[in-house]
């Protein structure tokens, strides 16, 4: 079964700590078609002026388009790729190819309440600030990609209404799109496997939890799964895919978005050979 890793960021999907190849990896534990699929650039900034849904449709023609992939493949996603793999999940419509393994690895699963690397003191405090209230326009979600991924716990009301990513693949609009929502929930309970990996020393992204669907109150605690209210009423599935033994929640020891030789030996390559 082929396998697509995404690169949103231009690094070719080197990701190892070890000086292995990823793809080379994954072909060989697989012995199917593996590729790193980029979205056309060659560094970071190159993303600034695009949204992260312009990003996920272009992935989902690039993956139409590639005739190696036939049928069902693995996606993995890293960072907010993971996002962009949920998008693919979600909202590609794919007439002959279907994701049938998912494997997010420290990604934003439930936004980000702060700034990467900035949630901690007087400074980051005043600068999130103004980023939630950013993140909110229009035009900065347009413009600046990551805008897309702000939790802000404090306004659940105005984040819904004006957040678009996010809240839409996770299904927390309530009040739009009934068909579609439902859509959405069938295609991502209709995974195989679906991994979420956390990283024990994330640093970048807070808080790190959202890599497991968790985020944090309006206290700044952090809300159990099975306390959140989107899970325990299934808004997009995944409460589903748990309940029937197809999602896994994995720690990886370290700081994203690198990961070891044993990672990908011993629990990522297992996931993709279901």
């Avoid at 794919?94 to 949630?119: A, H, I, Q």
């Avoid at 007087?122 to 035009?139: D, E, P, Q, R, Y």
């Avoid at 033994?245 to 297992?270: H, L, N, R």
Wanted: one cysteine or more.
């Amino acid at each position: 079964m082929s396998t697509v890793v995404i690169d949103l960021f231009g690094d070719r999907c080197n990701n190892m700590e070890d000086g292995e190849n990823l793809i080379n990896m994954i072909e060989k534990g697989t012995k199917s078609y593996a590729t790193c699929m980029d979205i056309g650039f060659d560094h970071w900034w190159h993303i600034i002026g695009h949204s992260l849904k312009d990003f996920s449709e272009k992935l989902c023609h690039k993956i139409a388009k590639d005739d190696k992939i036939k049928g069902e493949f693995n996606l993995i996603g890293s960072g907010p790729a993971g996002v962009m793999a949920r998008y693919v999940v979600e909202e590609c419509p794919m007439e002959d190819k279907k994701v049938r393994n998912l494997l997010t690895l420290g990604s934003p699963n439930m936004g980000m309440e702060s700034l990467p690397f900035c949630y901690q003191g007087f400074v980051c405090g005043i600068l999130n600030h103004f980023a939630h209230k950013l993140s909110m326009w229009k035009m900065i979600q347009e413009f600046f990609p990551l805008s897309e991924l702000i939790y802000d716990s404090d306004h659940m009301e105005k984040y819904l209404k004006k957040s678009k990513l996010m809240p839409e693949l996770n299904n927390m609009k309530k009040d739009t799109h009934s068909i579609l929502r439902d859509e959405y929930k069938k295609d991502f309970t209709s995974l195989n496997k679906a991994m979420f990996v956390k990283y024990s020393d994330d640093n970048i992204m807070y808080p790190k939890e959202s890599a497991w669907f968790q985020q944090v109150d309006a206290t700044g605690k952090v809300v159990p799964l099975n306390e959140s209210d989107y899970y325990t009423h299934d808004n997009f599935g995944l409460k589903t895919l748990v309940e029937e033994g197809k999602a896994s929640f994995v720690t990886f020891e370290g700081q994203p978005p690198y990961f070891k030789e044993s990672d990908v030996t011993g629990t990522i390559i297992p996931f993709l050979n279901q």
